[in-house]
């Protein structure tokens, strides 16, 4: 099972909005609404931000928020803010197993 | 809701190692517990997964005949071993938290650092 491609990085001024892409195939990303999305800080444990494609965990701002197109899920930060500097990772159910994305570093 | 992981841990190659994740603040046979793993520098990549439930295991293919993950629900408690250690099994562990049919992990452990070394 290959990783999912996600772009190595994406950057924005504070109060922009940045785009994540998040790409597999029909047999994982498109197959199946299963795509979450996860954000790491350096150092720490990853946090759910995005669940159910579109799906957003109580707790996470509503400036984030998930979609899918066909084989392409994406996360959107609008209004980015200096605390949202991280990496994020997204991941798709796929039959079976689980595959994560490639991973994507937003600077701000 | 809490899942702390064992420290971190140094092997020669060939070797095995056993890493646990202590659950706590839910009903430990009520949620999947999954592992993932990420080398240095590297994204994640899902190793498989036990029903605490039942013991039930599934594991990622390339995996197959290397990893064992099992239970202990009195102190519950998951283990995961791996065998036959190379250094391209240098990387930071974690146990993740999944409700059956949910798809979606959380929360995660803190990660427990594996360095293989000669």
């Known amino acids: 099972q290959s990783a999912l491609t996600q772009p190595r990085s994406v950057s924005g001024s504070p109060g922009q909005s940045v785009t994540i892409s998040c790409t597999g195939t029909r047999s994982d990303v498109g197959g199946y609404d299963r795509v979450s999305w996860y954000q790491q800080a350096p150092g720490a444990a990853p946090k759910l931000m995005i669940y159910?494609?579109?799906k957003r965990p109580s707790g996470v701002p509503d400036r984030f928020s998930g979609s899918k197109s066909g084989n392409t899920a994406s996360l959107t930060i609008s209004g980015l803010q200096a605390e949202d500097e991280a990496d994020y990772y997204c991941?798709?159910?796929?039959?079976?197993?689980?595959?994560f994305g490639t991973g994507t570093t937003v600077t701000v | 809701v809490q899942l702390v992981q064992s420290g971190a841990e140094v092997r020669r190659p060939g070797a095995s190692v056993i890493l646990s994740c202590k659950t706590s603040g839910y009903t430990f046979t009520t949620y999947l517990i999954h592992w993932v793993r990420q080398a240095p520098g590297q994204g994640f990549e899902w190793m498989g997964l036990?029903?605490?439930?039942?013991?039930?295991?599934l594991y990622a293919q390339h995996l197959q005949g290397r990893v064992t993950m099992t239970k202990d629900t009195p102190t519950s408690t998951v283990y995961m071993d791996l065998e036959s250690l190379t250094f391209e099994d240098t990387a930071v562990y974690y146990c993740?938290?999944?409700?059956?049919?949910?798809?979606?992990?959380?929360?995660w452990g803190q990660g427990t650092q594996v360095i293989v070394s000669s």
């Open positions: 036990i029903n605490p439930n039942d013991g039930g295991t």
């Open positions: 993740l938290r999944e409700r059956s049919a949910d798809y979606w992990f959380d929360p």
């Open positions: 991941c798709s159910h796929a039959g079976r197993f689980f595959v």
């Open positions: 159910g494609v579109n």
